[in-house]
């Protein structure tokens, strides 16, 4: 399996700080990796794929970059909406696997 | 735009068969790769399986032994088949749907279902 690391587990920002997130895979993934925000109650929503692949109607404040086995997610100007859980998942291969999660928490 | 609606029996004993369904609206089923992804509290985001429409499936291997995943799409819905439960099979199940021409993302998911297994 290839393990998913997220860090860190928990980031506490203020509303307008530029927050980065960093997700490490045991194996080089190439680009295959998607980053999914999720608030309490629902569903995983996609941000990026392949990366640094904008999900359509997400705000480009949202940003991925990184391949092989290191990536980051990058908030820019965090909106009050941003203060939730964010997790990325790597498709290289058909076992799936997801990092444990960042808790995005309000400073 | 294509909607995704889980159900499912909410309680199962362990040991019993649990059945649960997606039903696919606003989209078709034919030519996407779907999936079926559970979360608890203790494992976090597990991938349990994927299904192309044709009924190619993929397994998660530490679940392949207990899981069937298969399509109807004449009745625009994927069921998930999970035998033998244990309370380490409570998790929010949620069906999503796959897209990309080789590599897959989820770009869609259901709100999800709860599972509950206990006596």
């Known amino acids: 399996d290839i393990q998913m690391t997220q860090s860190p587990s928990t980031l506490s920002a203020s509303v307008g700080d530029r927050v980065t997130i960093t997700c490490r895979a045991s194996?080089?993934?190439?680009?295959?990796l998607a980053w999914y925000q999720q608030k309490p109650g629902k569903a995983p929503k996609v941000l990026i794929y392949?990366?640094?692949r904008l999900e359509s109607g997400v705000p480009s404040r949202f940003s991925g970059s990184g391949s092989g086995t290191e990536f980051t997610l990058t908030i820019n100007s965090l909106q009050p909406d941003d203060f939730a859980t964010y997790f990325c998942?790597?498709?290289?291969?058909?076992?799936?696997?997801f990092g444990q999660g960042t808790k995005l928490e309000i400073k | 735009q294509v909607q995704l609606q889980e159900s499912g029996p909410g309680l199962a004993k362990p040991s019993e068969t649990l059945s649960l369904t997606c039903s696919v609206s606003g989209g078709s089923i034919t030519s996407y790769y779907w999936s079926w992804i559970r979360q608890s509290p203790g494992k976090g985001l597990e991938w349990i399986a994927s299904?192309?429409?044709?009924?190619?499936?993929k397994y998660n291997p530490s679940l392949k032994s207990r899981v069937t995943m298969s399509v109807d799409p004449t009745m625009d819905h994927l069921s998930l088949r999970l035998t033998s439960v244990t309370a380490a099979d409570t998790a929010v199940y949620y069906c999503?749907?796959?897209?990309?021409?080789?590599?897959?993302?989820?770009?869609?998911w259901g709100k999800g279902t709860t599972v509950i297994v206990s006596s």
């Open positions: 999503a749907r796959l897209v990309g021409d080789y590599y897959h993302h989820m770009d869609v």
């Open positions: 194996q080089s993934i190439s680009t295959w």
């Open positions: 998942q790597q498709y290289n291969s058909y076992l799936f696997t």
């Open positions: 392949q990366a640094s």
């Open positions: 299904l192309y429409y044709s009924g190619s499936t």
